[in-house]
């Protein structure tokens, strides 16, 4: 007879909560997940966080927005994600023009170590039709047990530009 492969599918079970609370010029987030099911290994992972608008900034059109979040997952090294234990904070820029720039820069900071990740994020639109991306990242001081290791002397830099129609 021939082999024949067969599927095989955990059944998991699992329950998440995503809150949100927007109160004056500050918006505050949760969300919360736990899995139990998949393999041995049942966890708990959240993140919370909040950005905080100064609306007008420097007397002009801009908002500025300072953003801080926890991300936090009981698996610790074992998990699955690069965010276990980590802070990260940006600053957001919206420029409020007809073109709807934006940039956002950041960096994530590993509690459990010195490794840490920086971020450069824009955009802008170009008429109806055009919009022009850039996201750059770069990473520093990954330990061999960071789930980024591999990226350690990695800089990524992505530029798109997308036509609506």
């Known amino acids: 007879g021939k ?3 067969i599927p095989r599918y955990e059944q998991i079970l699992q329950t998440s909560l ?3 609370r927007v109160a004056g010029d500050w918006l505050w987030k949760g969300e919360a ?3 139990s ?6 966890y708990f992972a959240w993140t919370g966080g909040f950005e905080y608008t100064f609306t007008r900034a420097w007397s002009s059109d801009m908002d500025l927005g300072i953003i801080g979040e926890w991300m936090y997952d009981t698996r610790q090294d074992t998990a699955t994600t690069a965010f276990e234990n980590d802070l990260a904070g940006a600053l957001r820029l919206a420029v409020n023009d007809p073109a709807s720039t934006e940039v956002l ?4 900071q590993d509690i459990d ?7 450069l994020e824009a955009s802008r639109r170009f008429g109806n039709n055009l919009l022009l991306t850039t996201e750059f990242r770069t990473f520093i001081n990954q330990p061999a047990t960071d789930f980024l290791f591999e990226q350690r002397a990695d800089e990524i830099l ?4 997308a036509y609506y129609f």
């Open 18 to 20: 995503d809150l949100s």
């Open 37 to 42: 099911g998949q393999g041995n290994d049942d």
């Open 3 to 5: 082999a024949i492969k």
């Open 158 to 161: 992505q530029i798109e530009l």
């Open 33 to 35: 997940l736990y899995r």
């Open 105 to 108: 820069l950041g960096w994530v």
């Open 113 to 119: 170590s010195s490794a840490r990740s920086l971020f």
